[in-house]
Every structure is written in structure tokens, then in C-alpha cells.
């Protein structure tokens, strides 16, 4: 089953976890606009990240097939991580679209989910259970870094408390997926070896991520939003990935990176300054 485009009412859809934050905690009527509204930066990161969370029900319901053999995991992955992440997309449009109402979001996500969804497929599912828990770290760590970043370089307090709700969903995201695979492992190791290569390629995957489709259709679909700054979108993309890649919180990246790898502290510390390098490289967008 794939995921499917928003409806308008989508956010009514969402079902968090009792005693989650919910889309009622965020203050929208408080919204400083005179903050946020002129930034455009903002604009292209905040809409990027509403499509992309908005269609991970299809992640979902890829990982929780690849994962039917484990009821507990996939009753996780079902209950809980599909409807935060639905929530996160939910907020996240809510937000946007008091800040730029003129911005058609259904029109450019419904464009956006139909080459997104094409992207997201069993096949793009590592085979290996274990290992597919690996790359969903991560996933998990660039998510945790990119909302990190997107926090810190808020000056709007709505938006800044919004951010920091998702991005401590993220790390919970991440302590789940690594305890799973801490499972998984222990019931049949695999080498550290595969470990390792499992965590390069999907680090590598990151800099052609679906953060890139989206900001093509929110570029594409920004009509006379700031028009007056006459920017392409290679001078869009160009700028925003840069943004992103200075504010990165590469400490943080690398210290989440090592874990899967179950090192003895005294190994890990000895990769911890490489693997900062090489971290900051590939989560460079």
C-alpha cells in the first residue's frame, strides 16, 4: 500500500501517542508574523519539511511489511512512529500556511507526492532486518541534525517550540530504531563490517534525499511569494543547503552515527574525530 496525498483535513487524522505533545499545544494565533514572514530561507525549509513528514505514512507502511515477522516492531512502527511523523507534517503545515496563506500547499504537495512516492518502494528497503534498522538510525540522525539546525536558526517562538518537539520526537525515533536493532543483534550479530558499510550508503543517499524533491516543487509553486528577490532555483537550492550544512550539529551527528556500531568506548573514541569529518561531509546536503 503507498502512501496517498493530503487532504485538506489531514491534520484531523493524526492519533498521537497519549501524552504526546499535540497540534492544540502550538499557540498558531500567537505567531509573531513581523518574525518569519519576510524570511525566505525559513519558507523554502519549512515547506520542504511539511511534504516530506506529510508523506511518510508510505515509509511506514513499507517498514512495517518489512517487518511483519516482528509483531513488536511493527506494532511500534504502526501505533506510534507513523503518527508522529503524520503529526510533525501536520503541524508543520498548519504553521506554514498561517505564516504564507497565499502559498497553494495542496496543489504543490499533491506534485511533490506523485515523483515522491515513486521513491519509495520495498525494493529501497535494505533486505537484512538488522541492517535495514541501521540505515533507519541513520535517517533518524540527519533528521534530529536538520530539525536541531532549523531550531536554532528560528527566531519566531511558536516555531521555535514547534521545532523543538519534533526534533526530541526524532531523537526518541532514533533511540527506539538503535534499541530494535540492538535486539535484532544480539539474536544474530552481524559483522561490524556490514555494519559500517550499511551506514556509509545510506549517508550517501542523504545528499540525493527527498528533501531535494520537495524543495523543487515548493520552488515551482512559490508563485509571486518573494518575488522581488529574483533568485533561480539553483541560487535556492545552493543557498538553503548551505545554510543547513553551517548550522549542522556535527557533535551530536557523529556521536548518534557510532552507535550502531556497539564500539568499546575506547575504539570510539579513537573514530570519533574521522568519522566527525566524514559525517559533516556527507550530511552536507
Not at 518569519?36 to 513528514?53: G, R
Not at 538553503?240 to 570510539?268: D, T
Request: charged share 25%; aromatic share 10%; glycine share 6%.
Amino acid at each position: 500500500m503507498q502512501g496517498r496525498p493530503a487532504a485538506d483535513e489531514g491534520a484531523d487524522a493524526v492519533k498521537p501517542a497519549k501524552g504526546h505533545w499535540q497540534l492544540d499545544d502550538i499557540a498558531y494565533a500567537q505567531i509573531d508574523h513581523a518574525a518569519i514572514a519576510d524570511d525566505e530561507d525559513m519558507f523554502y525549509l519549512l515547506m520542504s519539511a511539511s511534504f516530506v513528514e506529510t508523506g511518510s505514512d508510505t515509509y511506514a507502511t513499507n517498514l512495517g511489511a518489512h517487518y511483519a515477522q516482528y509483531p513488536d516492531i511493527q506494532q511500534w512502527l504502526e501505533d506510534r512512529w507513523e503518527h508522529e511523523e503524520l503529526q510533525h507534517g501536520a503541524s508543520l503545515r498548519r504553521y506554514v500556511e498561517t505564516v504564507w496563506p497565499r502559498f497553494e500547499w495542496q496543489k504543490a504537495y499533491d506534485g511533490f507526492f506523485a515523483e515522491y512516492a515513486l521513491l519509495c518502494t520495498q525494493e529501497a528497503l535494505l533486505p537484512d532486518p538488522r541492517l535495514e534498522m541501521v540505515a533507519r538510525c541513520v535517517v533518524e540522525t540527519g533528521t534530529t541534525a536538520y530539525y536541531h539546525t532549523l531550531r536554532e536558526l528560528s527566531k519566531e517562538p511558536v516555531l521555535t517550540g514547534l521545532l523543538g518537539n519534533i526534533r526530541n520526537d526524532e531523537v526518541g525515533h532514533f533511540k527506539h530504531f538503535l534499541g530494535y536493532f540492538k535486539g535484532l543483534q544480539a539474536q544474530d550479530p552481524v559483522g561490524r563490517l556490514r555494519i559500517a558499510s550499511a551506514l556509509y550508503s545510506r549517508l550517501k543517499e542523504l545528499r540525493e534525499s527527498d528533501s531535494d524533491v520537495a524543495l523543487r516543487h515548493v520552488f515551482a509553486h512559490k508563485g509571486d511569494l518573494f518575488s522581488d528577490r529574483q533568485r533561480s532555483f539553483d541560487d535556492v537550492a545552493q543557498r538553503i543547503y548551505h545554510l543547513i550544512s553551517s548550522g549542522l550539529p556535527a557533535q551530536l551527528a557523529v556521536q548518534m552515527l557510532l552507535k550502531p556500531l556497539l564500539l568499546p568506548p575506547r575504539i570510539e573514541s579513537c573514530l570519533h574525530r574521522p568519522i566527525s569529518r566524514l559525517a559533516c561531509r556527507m550530511l552536507a546536503y
